[in-house]
């Protein structure tokens, strides 16, 4: 299992992209991965192939009425089990919240 | 008013890293600016120079304990005014209900 | 055709990580797609396919050492013939040169 | 020293923006720091302070004519001299070259 972000960027389309930012997590919600959005981007969790098949799938949409795409994505891969997307922020936010109380 | 979103790695520190990462979150936290923690990395909004000096104070306090570090920063800079770390979000949510509810 | 630039960092194998990405760069080496070597990643110039399925062999090398890898990839994908590798460079240095020359 | 490689795209400005990535290398290149221009970025090499003031310096050009501006920066930080600008590509290089004449 991997964590998946990423965020795609429609050029010529003018300022606004929340249109086409919106079909990418319509195809998202409907792939049956689990996913956090957040302000700058969208964090999948799944296999490897998986969850590259989704950011292809929102890249052709997005191409359809694109003619530039830019793509930005991070991969955080390690052996384990899954339930990372909510395990890692708890993780990190109950060290910090015991350190801020000592 | 700038959207950053960074992450931060340790390099020569083994595999699990929290303990470096809520180090970045504590110095966030006491930065006074608006945040949000993600499982891929942390999204803090304010002026340029505010957000850029949050990013360089975490890296000066990895950087006392690690002899590597790898730093990867997504800035979303737009006209306007604040609170666009819950508004992006919201936008493209409203979105994306309306057209699953068509 | 798109271009793609990636890095891979291997977590928990100390800082440094020449010996890794030799082995990447032997692999994109080996995949007959034009690349470039940066010294902050490597592009890629082929087909979306083509070009991930490099990424992919390349992670999945690493993952046999490495028990945590952080991956940073961008696309930028667009209508168009081939030949961007060089082109891209070629056309902004151009009209540096020109401004320069005023 | 640090490595910062570093791209920016102006939104609502049409599909091609070299017009405006030109006006940003010529900053980079007044800066007297070392750079090198790749198809996905430039990388510049110099203290942190130095790095992140041509980064902003761009910013603040490229924001003068576009109403939004999408930034990616990557940091290599590493203790040790200068001259890595050169010095990552060479050591990799070489690595592969001995193992492809194995």
């Avoid at 992209?17 to 799944?46: A, K, Q």
């Avoid at 950011?55 to 949409?61: A, G, I, T």
């Avoid at 003619?67 to 955080?76: G, M, Q, W």
């Amino acid at each position: 299992m991997v964590l998946l972000e990423f965020s795609m960027i429609p050029l010529g389309k003018g300022e606004s992209v929340s249109e086409y930012v919106s079909r990418s997590l319509d195809i998202i919600d409907r792939s049956g991965l689990n996913y956090r959005l957040n302000p700058m981007g969208t964090v999948i969790e799944g296999e490897w192939d998986e969850v590259f098949a989704v950011v292809k799938q929102c890249y052709e949409r997005m191409r359809q009425d694109c003619p530039r795409v830019s793509v930005a994505i991070k991969v955080d891969a390690r052996e384990g089990s899954a339930g990372r997307l909510e395990a890692k922020v708890a993780r990190v936010e109950e060290r910090l919240g015991r350190e801020l109380n000592k």
